[in-house]
Nanobody
Framework: QVQLVESGGGLVQPGGSLRLSCAASGGTFSSYSMGWFRQAPGKEREFVATIASGSGRTYYTDSVKGRFTISRDNAKNTVYLQMNSLKPEDTAVYYC?????????????????WGQGTQVTVSS
């Protein structure tokens, strides 16, 4: 069973930056594609970014392109989400997820394991 633990959330002013981390244990991290999703109050969970295993190919939702960067360190079993130029509409609980396939997926249903989430609040 894979366990995922997110960290790095918090309160930040508009235009600021945060780096989220997601530490994985209990599985073969390097073989999983990893994703970040977010859920704002009253809204459905939405895809943010993903990074494939092996190739390291990345894909982002349009609203974060050029501002967010997903990366992974297989030696540390950790995936990161660097978030720059944050906006109030980025406020949400951010979840990381692991997909046992090696493909890039944007649908939450494709992911097999989920973390508990970390709150990101962008406000002045």
């Amino acid at each position: 069973q894979v366990q995922l633990v997110e960290s790095g959330g918090g309160l930040v002013q508009p235009g600021g930056s945060l780096r989220l981390s997601c530490a994985a244990s209990g599985g073969t991290f390097s073989s999983y594609s990893m994703g970040w999703f977010r859920q704002a109050p009253g809204k459905e969970r939405e895809f943010v970014a993903t990074i494939a295993s092996g190739s390291g190919r990345t894909y982002y939702t349009d609203s974060v392109k050029g501002r967010f960067t997903i990366s992974r360190d297989n030696a540390k079993n950790t995936v990161y989400l660097q978030m720059n130029s944050l906006k109030p509409e980025d406020t949400a609980v951010y979840y990381c997820a692991a997909d046992r396939s090696s493909f890039v997926h944007t649908s939450s249903g494709a992911y097999d394991y989920w973390g508990q989430g970390t709150q990101v609040t962008v406000s002045s």
